[in-house]
């Protein structure tokens, strides 16, 4: 009886044990840390953008200042040579009457040359203003002054600046026929435009008439 109740005992407690909770399955804590590790992989996407997107605003910043400093160094060493080819502008400029005056004591020094022909020493005084207009000439071309050619040119209001109109019917019009005053490039720049005289053409009623005087007089 005693071996009947425990085996009846036994039983029951398998029994109660088959209908007792099952424990979790371990998939339900796989599930979890695979949404942690996904919520983790978009977290670290997200960074990479951003630290991409940053990465890409100091670029385009680099470049701008980059491209800055080199148009600074091109405009400084523009400058420089501005410097360079024009800094006696100002000095060479205020010499321009000195040459005027040697060059208007050239042209009146005939009565010089004639007094030298008597015994004086005009011809002597002649020829040390030559010789000091040539020197003087020589040592502002090393700094880059030229004169303007302008007689017998095309007229260019660029380099020439018309002060009067000659009719002339044996040339062609706008031709330079007198310069007045000499002008003066330093290097590729128009430091003083010539003064000159600009030729036109007699106008047609004018010939008319002068014809029909000639006429007259011939008959």
Do not use: C, W
């Not at 501005?82 to 800094?87: A, D, P, Q, R």
């Amino acid at each position: 009886m005693r071996n009947k109740a425990k085996k009846k005992t036994a039983e029951d407690m398998a029994v109660d044990n088959s209908h007792a909770p099952q424990a979790e399955e371990p998939a339900a804590g796989l599930s979890a840390e695979t949404q942690e590790s996904a919520a983790s992989r978009d977290d670290r996407g997200k960074l990479e953008r951003n630290l991409e997107e940053e990465l890409g605003q100091e670029k385009d910043r680099y470049l701008r200042l980059y491209a800055e400093f080199d148009n600074y160094k091109k405009r400084v060493a523009r400058d420089k040579e501005e410097l360079i080819k024009y800094g006696n502008e100002s000095l060479l400029y205020e010499l321009l009457p000195v040459i005027d005056n040697l060059e208007m004591a050239m042209k009146h020094s005939s009565n010089d040359t004639a007094s030298s022909a008597t015994g004086g020493s005009g011809g002597g005084v002649a020829q040390g203003v030559e010789i000091t207009l040539k020197e003087f000439l020589r040592v502002i071309d090393k700094f880059g002054l030229s004169p303007i050619e302008a007689s017998g040119r095309m007229f260019d209001p660029s380099l020439h600046h018309a002060m009067l109109q000659i009719e002339r019917d044996d040339i062609d019009e706008n031709m330079v026929v007198e310069e007045l005053r000499k002008g003066y490039m330093l290097r590729e720049k128009v430091l003083r435009p010539s003064l000159v005289a600009v030729s036109k053409k007699k106008a047609v009623s004018e010939e008319k008439e002068n014809k029909e005087e000639k006429i007259e007089e011939e008959a």
